[in-house]
């Protein structure tokens, strides 16, 4: 009922890493298309950022809260793109526990409001918010910013994690919870679960998130039922209350569809301009290794190297500070490609009719926006859930191929220019490629009727929000 849609409310708590944080204002914006009011709680540099991202929607709203002043921590550092390196990301993770009390304080203003939010939605980083939630008797649900399959395997491998000590890395694992579509090693898994150490701090930690997690209300998925249909029960299973997972993605195409109704020409980026000027369909490989990964500067003049012998026009995305073209190859690339070293529209690049192929990490929100635009993966995954994603993508769906990397592990370089020009150049131009954009094209198709009115994610936003109404 439109009426009752007006009051409707809900608070969001992103975690501050764009890859978390960016898929939420994708759902904050389907939200309020829906007529529902959205407060998105953040920190004051990170409401900035969000401000500015979400500056067409009124019924979005911006509750700031302070973030804590951590030894060790840089100072005013408030999203991990801010941290130095990997390093230090436990001890700032540590330090979002602090942000509880404020956290809860927000929360019961709004309660005591004219319009109560109907549920929190929490990344699942703030295990503690199950406590606040529960205590103010609002639903919690958990945003984990990955795909069902990966985090049904990741569930499942916690829960047997004693067993798996003793296994080596590289023979096959069956979980006795899921069936996967590809041959599953332990060196897939996530660094934590190669050897688990039970009384180090990160386990602990995620042990603590994970038990609060599955005490939640719902979880909220970046994906869609025709894309993971099949491993959503075994997820779920993971769940002591029967919370449900309700796929609502690609949460990107609900910005894209923002790109698409505007009244007000898309303003033209240096990449956009480039791309252009290439008037081939599809010839372009986008590359880009997300917003965490560290990849070494000798590392960074292979991929030069072998995106240059490759022959294909290239959209290289760098965020290293410190590297620069390897002498001589100014010349060479001229024409052929671009290096960005700023923040592009990733998702404006992908859809883009020059480009053909993605070089990429296989971050999660890349392979959804990756399968929104029909554009075939060349997967280089390097940690986290990049190595299931990766082989979901290519061995599951058909949609991408892999990298070969280097064998000796002691080495700096993992995947050799011979390797990235060899992949480029079969995804591109040949009939394995073909087949994997065949392939993703018909997965763009689904995905974005899944968002469409009548479409899967479509109307499973649309059931979450009844029996929420109902439940409050
Ligand atoms: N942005 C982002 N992550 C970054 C940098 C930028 O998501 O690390 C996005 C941000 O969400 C905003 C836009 O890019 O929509 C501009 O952000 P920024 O705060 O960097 O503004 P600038 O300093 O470029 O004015
Ligand atoms: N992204 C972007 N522009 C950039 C770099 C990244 O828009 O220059 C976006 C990208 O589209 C994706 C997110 O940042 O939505 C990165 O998330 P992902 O899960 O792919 O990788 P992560 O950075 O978390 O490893």
Redesign the pocket.
């Known amino acids: 009922m439109p009426s009752s849609r007006l009051t409707s409310h809900v608070v969001i708590f992103p975690f501050m ?3 978390h944080t ?2 939420l204002l994708d759902l904050s914006k389907a939200l309020s298309r829906q007529q529902i009011k959205v407060s998105i709680i953040t920190t004051p540099s990170n409401a900035k950022s969000i401000a500015k991202n979400i500056a067409n929607y009124p019924n979005i709203n911006l509750i700031e809260i302070p973030f804590p002043i951590v030894d060790g921590l840089p100072e005013g550092c408030e999203n991990t793109s801010q941290l130095p390196s990997m390093e230090f990301h436990f001890p700032f993770v540590q330090a979002t526990k602090q942000l509880q009390k404020p956290f809860e304080q927000a929360l019961e203003t709004m309660l005591k409001s004219k319009a109560p939010p109907l549920c929190v939605i929490s990344d699942s980083f703030f295990g503690w918010t199950l406590v606040s939630c529960q205590a103010f008797g609002v639903p919690r649900l958990v945003f984990h ?1 990955m795909g069902v399959l990966s985090m049904a395997i990741t569930k499942s491998a916690w829960f047997h994690a004693p067993k798996l000590e003793s296994m080596p890395i590289l023979d096959s694992l069956d979980l006795p919870d899921i069936k996967t579509p590809f041959t599953l090693t332990k060196a897939d898994l996530p660094e934590p679960l190669h050897s688990p150490e039970l009384d180090d701090q990160f386990y602990q930690f995620i042990e603590e998130a994970g038990e609060a997690d599955a005490k939640s209300w719902g979880i909220i998925v970046n994906s869609f039922e025709e894309l993971e249909k099949s491993y959503i029960p075994s997820f779920e299973s993971f769940y002591v209350n029967g919370a449900k997972a309700w796929c609502l993605g690609p949460l ?1 195409l609900y910005d894209e569809m923002e790109i698409n109704n505007s009244t007000n020409p898309s303003h033209s980026s240096t990449s956009t301009q480039w791309l252009n000027e290439q008037v081939t369909p599809d010839s372009v490989i986008y590359v ?1 290794f ?4 560290d990849v070494s500067d000798s590392q960074l003049d292979e991929v030069a190297f072998g995106l240059e012998e490759s022959g294909f026009p290239f959209l290289w ?1 760098v965020r290293s500070k410190t590297w620069s073209l390897p002498s001589g190859m100014e010349e060479k690339v001229k024409g052929k490609g671009l290096i960005v070293k700023e ?5 404006q690049i992908l859809s883009h009719r020059s480009i053909g192929g993605f070089l990429s ?1 296989c ?4 392979v959804m ?1 990756s399968v929104s635009a029909g554009v075939p993966i060349l997967a280089w995954p390097m940690i986290a859930d990049q190595l299931l994603n990766a082989k979901f993508m290519v061995d599951g769906l058909g949609a991408g191929l892999s990298v070969k990397r280097v064998q000796n592990q002691g080495s700096k370089i993992l995947v050799s220019r011979q390797a990235i020009c060899e992949g480029v150049k079969e995804l591109m131009g040949g009939q394995e490629g073909r087949n994997a954009r065949e392939r993703a094209e018909g997965l763009g198709r689904v995905a974005r009727r899944a968002v469409q009115k009548g479409g899967s994610s479509h109307d499973t936003l649309i059931k979450l929000f009844d029996q929420l109404r109902v439940f409050m």
Do not use: M
Not at 290 to 293: I, M, P, V
Not at 363 to 366: E, Q, V
């Open positions: 890493a764009q890859g960016l898929p910013g990107c880009s997300g917003t965490q990964a995305v923040w592009v529209d990733q998702r990490h971050g999660w929100n890349s926006e």
